[in-house]
């Protein structure tokens, strides 16, 4: 028996692809390496986030393409001839084309996102119900550091999703940072109509730039929108801010307004009460 297995293993072919192994192992190690030290040099130099992000694509790319041109060697290697890798190409291609339907389509919105660009590494988007930072986009899935999820706000949640590329083809895309990095964002409050109106809208501006020229060296101006209620005047700050600090800026923003109408004789908050009134007999 022993010897019938000897005799049908051909040790010649057998020790040609262990050679042809041993070296795509040898050269894919040497030449990952290579663009690990590359890659590395080439985001020490990268100053913005839009450059750090065209660099982990390009080496990410890369990285498919050492592969892939590895394995054609190798196929070249052992055949001999691009008549035979085409033969074995369309084999594979058919056995795998109808399994892998949906890796496919994961792949071909990874190709979109290389060269049509909707969103970078780094930027803030909605993809479905999922809200988040990118922080990874690899040749099957996206990397999402979620906001909210857990909170009803824009704060990270700790956790990171991951979306399946293929998604991307059925949901709607919305980018916060596609332009540049800052949104429009607001707060909102009520002051009774007793109140002095210009009084509110001199708080409400200074408090908004108060707080802008932490996070900004040359914020906006801030306005104000005015709205009629039943209890009051609807006041309505508006300002641009970094998209990723928007809690943090809204957060101190209405600490601010709030000590200064507190403090202030002309301006008061309106809120929702009843008043009862008593009849004397």
């Known amino acids: 028996m022993i010897m019938e297995f000897w005799q049908v293993i051909n040790l010649e072919q057998v020790g040609k692809i262990l050679g042809i192994i041993l070296i795509f192992l040898v050269l894919y190690i040497a030449l990952s390496r290579v663009l690990q030290f590359l890659k590395r040099e080439f985001l020490k130099k990268a100053k913005t986030k839009k450059e750090r992000s065209n660099v982990e694509i390009l080496f990410r790319t890369s990285q498919y393409l050492l592969i892939f041109f590895l394995l054609v060697f190798g196929f070249l290697a052992y055949g001999g001839s691009l008549t035979g890798i085409g033969v074995v190409a369309g084999l594979i291609s058919a056995a795998l084309g109808w399994a892998l339907q949906r890796p496919i389509t994961g792949t071909a919105a990874?190709?979109?996102l290389i060269i049509k660009r909707p969103f970078e590494i780094g930027d803030r988007v909605i993809i479905g119900d999922i809200k988040g930072d990118v922080c990874d986009i690899t040749l099957t899935h996206l990397h999402i550091k979620e906001i909210g999820g857990t909170i009803a706000s824009e704060e990270p949640s700790g956790r990171v999703v991951l979306i399946p590329n293929a998604r991307l083809f059925e949901e709607n895309i919305i980018n916060y940072t596609y332009t540049n990095e800052l949104i429009l964002d607001q707060v909102?409050?009520?002051?009774?109509?007793?109140?002095?109106?210009?009084?509110?809208k001199e708080i409400a501006i200074s408090s908004t730039k108060k707080v802008l020229s932490r996070y900004m060296n040359k914020p906006e101006e801030p306005y104000i929108?005015?709205?009629?209620?039943?209890?009051?005047?609807?006041?309505?700050?508006?300002?641009?801010?970094?998209a990723e600090k928007r809690e943090e800026i809204a957060s101190e923003i209405t600490q601010e307004i709030f000590a200064k109408i507190s403090s202030s004789k002309e301006v008061n908050f309106a809120y929702q009460h009843q008043d009862v009134l008593l009849r004397k007999k």
């Open 188 to 200: 909102k409050f009520i002051v009774t109509h007793e109140s002095n109106l210009n009084k509110v």
């Open 110 to 112: 990874w190709l979109m």
């Open 225 to 242: 929108r005015v709205y009629f209620q039943s209890n009051g005047m609807d006041i309505h700050t508006r300002y641009v801010c970094p």
